[in-house]
C-alpha cells in the first residue's frame, strides 16, 4: 500500500507540475501570441494558410459557420477513411497482404476514428495495413483530437467576447493546435517510446518457430511508436496492435508504461490551466482542477483496493487479482491507467478489463457514464465539465432565487437547452445501445460470459460506445455487421451533437453583455461550489446508471462475493 501512495503521489505530481508551462504555452497558442515555437512553424503555418487562401482561414466565423465547418471536415475525413479501408488490399503500403475490410467493419471503423474513439472491430496487426495506420489512422488521431481542442476554444471565446456574433476561425484553430501542440509533444513521446523498444519500422510481419515443436508465432511489425504517441496525446486510445498497450511492442517496460499514461492525461490537464490563463480567472482552472484530481484519484484508490480484495480465492496470488494483468505493470499501474483511459475520453488498455473484481470494472465503467469529463478528452472533456458548471450554477440559481450567471454571462433558456443536449446525448444513447443490442443482437451467441458479467460486457461495450471512449471489457464479440453499423452510428451522433451544442451555445454567449460581479455574484471558486459541483455530477450519473449497474456489476460482486 505504502508503495501505491508514493507512485500516484508523485506520478500526479510530476503531471501537475509540467501542467503549468505546457497550459500557459497552449493559451498563447490559441490566443495567436508569440511562442518558442514560431522559429520551426510559423513557415509552415503561413504556407497552410496561403494555400487555402488567407482571407478563408483568417477571417472569423458565426457559430454557424464554425459548425459547418467542423462538418465538413468531419465528413471528408470520414470518407477518405471509408474509402482507404475498403479497398486496402488494392492499395500500396501492405506488405503483410492485408484484405480489403468489409463495408460495416470499415463504417464502423471510419466513424471510430473520426469522432476521436478509436473502438476497435479489428485486429491491427492483420486487418489494417501500413497505408492506413499511416495515412488514415494516424492523420485522424491528429484531426479528430484538435476539431475537439478547436471547440473548446470557441465555448471559451463565446465566455470571453461581449455582443459578437464570431466564435474563431475553425481552420486556424486546428492548424495551429496541430502544428504548435500536438505534433511537437508527438515527436517527443514517439523518441521516448522507440527508446524503450516499441516497434517502428515498415518490414512485414515475421512468423518464427517457438520452442515448442511445430508451433509457429506471429511477431508484428510496422510503425507502432508514431501512431501510439498521437494515440495517447490526443485521447484517441486506437491501439497499434489488438491488444493494445498489453503488448510489449507496444508498451514494453515500465517507463514506457508511464510515458504512455502521462502522455493519456497531460493534454486535458493542461487545457484546464489553459482555461484559467486564456479567461485570466486562475481560480474558475483551479475548481476543475480540484474537482478533477479528486475523483480520479479516488477512482483509482477504488479500483486498486477492489483488485487487492479476495473476491476470488482460486484466482487471487499474496499480489492480489493478477488475472488479465502484465506482470511488468502489476495492479499499482493497471489500476492507474484502468481509471486514467476511462476518466479520459481516451480508451487504450493495458490489462483485460473483463478479468477485473466486479467493482474494480465497474468504477471505469461509471467515470465514462458522467461523461468522461474528469479531465476529459482532448478539449471535448473540458467543455463537458464547464457545461456541467453551467447546470450547477443553474441549480444554485433556483435554490437562492437568482439570476444563474458563469463567467459574467447571464445563463438564459437557450443556454440550457444546449446544456442538456451536450449532457442527455451519450447518457440517452448507452440506454438505448444496450437495449436495442439486447433485443436484435443475439446477446447469449455474443458473450464470452453468462449472468451479471456477460451484461456488465454489454452495458460497457455501449458505454464506451456512446462517450467516445473505445475501450471494451473485451468478453463481447464485437465485429457483427449489427454492432458494427449500431454503434458506428451512435459514436457519429454523441460525438456531433454534444458538439454542435457547444459550438451554438458558444455563439449564444457571445452575443450576450458581460454582468458586473456583485455581493450577489455565486462564487463558483469556493469549497461549497467545488462540493456541490461533485453532488451533480455523481447524482446524475447514479440516477441515470444505477438501475443498470445494479444488474450487472453490483450484483455480480454479491453473486460472488
Not at 459548425?67 to 470518407?79: D, E, N, P, R
Not at 463565446?158 to 508527438?186: A, C, E, H
Not at 451536450?422 to 447469449?444: D, E, W
Amino acid at each position: 500500500m505504502m508503495s501505491f501512495t508514493w507512485i500516484i503521489l508523485l506520478f500526479f505530481s510530476f503531471l501537475l507540475l509540467t501542467s503549468i508551462p505546457i497550459g500557459l504555452y497552449i493559451k498563447k497558442v490559441m490566443s495567436n501570441e508569440e511562442t518558442k515555437l514560431d522559429i520551426l512553424f510559423s513557415k509552415i503555418e503561413n504556407g497552410i494558410y496561403s494555400f487555402f487562401g488567407k482571407s478563408v482561414v483568417k477571417k472569423e466565423m458565426s457559430a454557424k459557420q464554425y459548425a459547418k465547418s467542423v462538418l465538413g471536415v468531419s465528413i471528408i475525413s470520414f470518407l477518405l477513411l471509408f474509402f482507404m479501408l475498403i479497398f486496402q488490399g488494392f492499395l500500396p503500403g501492405n506488405p503483410n497482404h492485408v484484405p480489403n475490410m468489409s463495408i460495416p467493419l470499415a463504417f464502423n471503423t471510419a466513424a471510430s476514428y473520426v469522432t476521436n474513439t478509436n473502438w476497435q472491430a479489428y485486429a491491427g496487426e492483420t486487418q489494417a495495413s501500413y497505408l492506413v495506420q499511416m495515412l488514415g489512422l494516424t492523420v485522424q488521431n491528429f484531426i479528430s483530437a484538435a476539431v475537439g481542442i478547436s471547440v473548446l476554444f470557441a465555448l471559451l471565446r463565446g465566455f470571453k467576447r461581449k455582443n459578437t456574433q464570431t466564435v474563431g476561425n475553425f481552420w486556424q484553430d486546428m492548424t495551429r493546435i496541430i502544428l504548435y501542440v500536438l505534433l511537437p509533444l508527438s515527436i517527443i513521446v514517439t523518441v521516448l517510446l522507440m527508446s524503450q523498444g516499441v516497434v517502428q519500422n515498415l518490414s512485414s510481419n515475421l512468423t518464427i518457430d517457438t520452442l515448442e515443436s511445430g508451433t509457429k508465432q506471429l511477431l508484428p511489425m510496422g510503425p507502432g511508436a508514431s501512431q501510439i504517441a498521437i494515440k495517447q496525446l490526443g485521447t484517441n486510445g486506437g491501439g497499434f496492435f489488438g491488444v493494445n498497450s498489453a503488448h510489449p511492442f507496444e508498451n514494453p517496460t515500465v517507463f514506457s508504461n508511464l510515458v504512455e499514461n502521462y502522455a493519456i492525461l497531460i493534454i486535458p490537464s493542461a487545457l484546464i490551466l489553459a482555461f484559467g490563463f486564456f479567461m485570466k480567472d486562475l481560480k474558475q482552472g483551479r475548481t476543475v482542477m480540484i474537482v478533477s484530481v479528486l475523483i480520479l484519484v479516488l477512482a483509482t484508490v477504488g479500483i486498486f483496493i477492489s483488485e487487492m480484495m479476495p473476491l476470488f480465492s482460486d484466482q487471487l496470488t499474496a499480489m492480489g487479482n493478477m488475472e488479465g494483468k502484465e506482470t511488468r505493470f502489476g495492479i499499482i499501474l493497471s489500476s492507474l491507467w484502468a481509471s486514467s483511459t476511462t476518466a479520459v475520453s481516451n480508451g487504450s488498455i493495458n490489462a483485460m478489463l473483463d478479468s477485473f473484481t466486479p467493482l474494480g470494472g465497474m468504477i471505469p465503467m461509471f467515470l465514462m457514464q458522467l461523461g468522461e469529463i474528469i479531465f476529459g478528452g482532448a478539449g471535448s472533456g473540458l467543455y463537458g465539465m464547464i457545461i456541467f458548471i453551467i447546470l450547477t450554477v443553474f441549480i444554485a440559481g433556483l435554490l437562492v432565487g437568482r439570476t444563474p450567471e458563469y463567467l459574467r454571462k447571464k445563463v438564459d433558456p437557450y443556454d440550457m437547452k444546449m446544456a442538456c443536449l451536450v449532457i442527455l446525448t451519450p447518457l440517452m444513447f448507452v440506454l438505448i445501445g444496450s437495449f436495442l443490442f439486447l433485443l436484435f443482437g443475439q446477446p447469449m451467441e455474443a458473450i464470452n460470459n453468462s449472468g451479471p458479467h456477460g451484461f456488465s460486457e454489454i452495458l460497457y461495450a455501449f458505454t464506451s460506445l456512446a462517450n467516445n471512449n473505445g475501450s471494451a471489457f473485451a468478453g463481447l464479440v464485437s465485429d457483427t455487421p449489427l454492432l458494427n453499423m449500431l454503434g458506428g452510428t451512435i459514436m457519429l451522433i454523441t460525438r456531433f451533437v454534444p458538439m454542435f451544442a457547444v459550438i451554438f451555445l458558444a455563439g449564444n454567449l457571445g452575443n450576450k453583455k458581460q454582468t458586473s460581479i456583485s455581493s450577489g455574484t455565486l462564487s463558483t471558486t469556493n469549497g461549497t461550489f467545488i462540493m456541490m459541483l461533485i453532488i451533480v455530477i455523481f447524482v446524475i450519473g447514479a440516477l441515470s446508471f444505477f438501475p443498470s449497474l445494479a444488474l450487472g456489476p453490483i450484483a455480480e460482486f454479491f453473486v460472488t462475493k
